[in-house]
């Protein structure tokens, strides 16, 4: 089966080009929205380039749910989303098949506004936000006190959240950072918003070994393994308690979600 390409088909949108002087909001240079084909076998949410890629000048996505974009746009985790059920649907039947040339030198704020501008135009996206209490985590202090170590030199250039995988499991090692951004990682993990109730400040280096949960792992479609007694390390939950001294408490959690309040399923297309 044939995925459609819509790399030749890109046409302009009217004032494509943006001029910061005018107060315009950024527009992509050209843009294509369109059904996916049906028929696609392609993978489903498969989105890249944009400022910071390896292709900033282009974004391309294929069999898109159109959460998928929103959360791209007003840089979102998933549960910051409030939605119909249907704006979380991908794949060759549900989703949608999105080309944009970005103009040379856009920051990435400016990308996020296009991509805001170009959901308005094309799918008549209307959102607001609000803050509402949902089931999540709070990070506490373990029964024996933090085992995380204070930095002490400043901190190395890079990544600041460089993640390998070794065997079935996870390592992490975040230096030179605050819980904030771990609490910020653990999120990306456990899919529900997580406040940090640690009371520790400044800057730690934190290393942490552990199991993915099994919801994780479906939800990236990664295979359901154990540890083994050669590589005997612990699920998540107990590694946070006896590497790092602290714990996670299921508890409902204030978060600032996004509400969309109305979109098109079907868009405007070229």
Not at 8 to 15: H, K, R
Not at 34 to 50: D, F, I, L, Q, V
Not at 94 to 116: K, N, S
Not at 241 to 263: F, I, W
Request: glycine share 8%; hydrophobic share 40%.
């Amino acid at each position: 089966m044939r995925a459609v390409s819509l790399v030749g088909s890109l046409v302009l949108i009217t004032g494509a080009s943006f001029a910061q002087s005018s107060g315009e909001q950024p527009a992509f240079d050209a843009a294509s929205v369109k059904r996916s084909n049906p028929e696609s076998t392609a993978m489903a949410n498969n989105c890249h380039g944009g400022p910071g890629t390896s292709d900033p000048g282009l974004l391309t996505c294929t069999n898109s749910a159109l959460a998928q974009l929103i959360t791209e746009a007003y840089s979102l985790k998933f549960y910051e989303l409030v939605s119909p059920e249907w704006v979380l649907q991908g794949g060759g039947a549900e989703g949608y098949d999105v080309v944009a040339r970005i103009p040379a030198g856009t920051t990435r704020e400016q990308y996020r506004l296009m991509l805001q501008r170009l959901l308005t135009e094309r799918f008549h996206l209307a959102v607001h936000h609000e803050t509402k209490d949902m089931p999540g985590y709070v990070l506490l202090l373990g029964k024996g006190g933090p085992k995380v170590t204070p930095s002490a030199t400043a901190p190395p250039p890079g990544a600041r959240v460089p993640m390998t995988y070794v065997n079935a499991h996870i390592r992490v090692s975040l230096p030179h950072s605050p819980i904030t951004s771990f609490v910020s990682f653990l999120t990306t993990q456990l899919w529900v918003p997580i406040a940090d109730e640690t009371g520790l400040r400044g800057d730690y280096d934190i290393t942490l070994d552990f199991m993915p949960t099994d919801e994780w792992r479906a939800k990236v479609n990664w295979p359901a393994t154990a540890a083994t007694e050669a590589d005997p390390v612990p699920i998540l939950f107990v590694a946070i308690e006896e590497q790092l001294g602290l714990k996670l408490e299921k508890r409902r959690v204030p978060a600032t979600v996004l509400v969309v309040d109305h979109a098109d399923k079907v868009p405007v297309e070229n």
